[in-house]
């Protein structure tokens, strides 16, 4: 993948000693664990050194990683049984200005795990169910009635991924500023052929999270980010969560962006997200709440044991496989230890979300076996070249924490 392209898509007991105080380029905050629908965490307190052995070694991995990387910053957050482990924040958000734990950024594709918890809570209340056609709400969608409720959240309709599309790529890359409507992205990818007969295959395509919001919205009569105030950030306790219909991120401070995939490294925060996801599902955040977000969702607390069974396993394992329309790099290879959940990937155990925008990466990581919540933002330097080096560090933090259980290892797509 090219790099303007890829810049563009980027849709145990601690020990109780402590360590020198950090350089200035990484400050710890120290942060009270938020428990289930707890308060908000309190990533504002003065910066302070790591505590503990194990804290220490994550920000040191995640400092090596930002120097390797490229990175222009690095914000993380870890707990075990909704307590800290460590909060960090290291490099800068501008030029003098250092990144900090508090700073708000985008969190994109997070907005789809949490459509679909809400579309698996109608499931637990008996208002529709998984296999019913999207044509009794959006009856206009060609093969609307081939096309189910599952197949939006678990991504296997065969919808056109309008984000491969090189007309719609040629347009945002000249004009990252304009205002996408659900109607423009959704009709570039129908004017394309499935990529196969809906069901039979997986590829992510966002189209799909455009029309679920959109279903969401009809099957309820609420509108989206109202409807996931009220049945997920607000349960969960994520107050700084919240959508944007423009370009605005906020409340101050602000984790500013920056890229070079239009050739010149320019700075990219208020870009337009409006094509990412389905508006009222574009959310910002900040990384104490990604951290909360993680643990809830990945701990399925907002629905019965088996509407969160279903939304860890909808039925995506296996699929994946490459066809004459649909290339390897567009369906990705599901094994035994990576499949798609309902609207998350489940990979070597960790159940996760991996946003990226046009400078910013994120990842919204959990893992059972610990109850181990790691959220991960980093921001791009001149010279960064990979789709998601938040994805990167994670996976060293899954190294260092639970070794045999690292995303993107062995039988990994």
Known sequence: MNRTRRALLCAATLIAVTLPVLPPAATTAAAAGGGPGGGRPNCVDSPRPARGSEARAIVDLARTAQGELGLKSVVLRVTRGGREVVTAAMGESMTGVPATPDMHLRVGS??????????????????????????????????????????????????????????????????????????????????????????????????????????????????????????????????????????????????????????????????????????????????????????????????????????????????????????????????????????FIVDHDWIYTNPSFTGYAAISAYFPGSDLAVAVSATEGPDTDLVNPAEEIQHRIAALLTPGHVPGGPDSA
């Open 110 to 343: 997070v907005g789809i795990e949490y459509m679909g918890t809400v579309l698996l809570q109608l499931v637990d209340e008996g208002r529709v169910s998984l296999d019913d056609p999207v044509a009794r709400w959006l009856p206009d969608l060609p093969h609307a009635k081939e096309i189910t409720l599952r197949m939006l959240g678990n991504s296997t309709s065969g919808l056109h991924d309008y984000v491969t599309d090189p007309v719609f790529l040629a347009e945002l890359g000249a004009h990252p500023f304009r205002h996408w409507t659900p109607q423009e992205l959704v009709g570039i990818s129908t004017a394309h052929d499935l990529w196969y007969e809906p069901g039979t295959n997986f590829s992510y395509s966002h189209a799909n999270f455009v029309l679920l919001g959109a279903a969401l919205e009809k099957i309820t009569g609420i509108r989206l980010d109202h409807l996931l105030r009220r049945r997920v950030t607000g349960p969960l306790g994520l107050p700084d969560t919240r959508n944007s219909f423009t370009p605005e991120i906020a409340p101050p401070p602000v984790l500013h962006a920056f890229s070079s995939g239009r050739g010149t490294y320019e700075e990219t925060t208020y870009w337009n997200p409006s094509w990412t996801t389905a508006p009222g599902a574009v959310l910002t955040s900040h990384i104490c709440d990604l951290a909360r977000s993680a643990r809830g969702i990945g701990r399925g607390e907002l629905l019965s044991p088996e509407a969160f069974a279903t939304q860890l396993d909808p039925g995506t394992v296996g699929l994946g496989h490459e066809t004459r329309t649909c290339p390897k790099t567009v369906c990705l290879r599901n094994t035994e230890r990576w499949h798609f959940g309902m609207g």
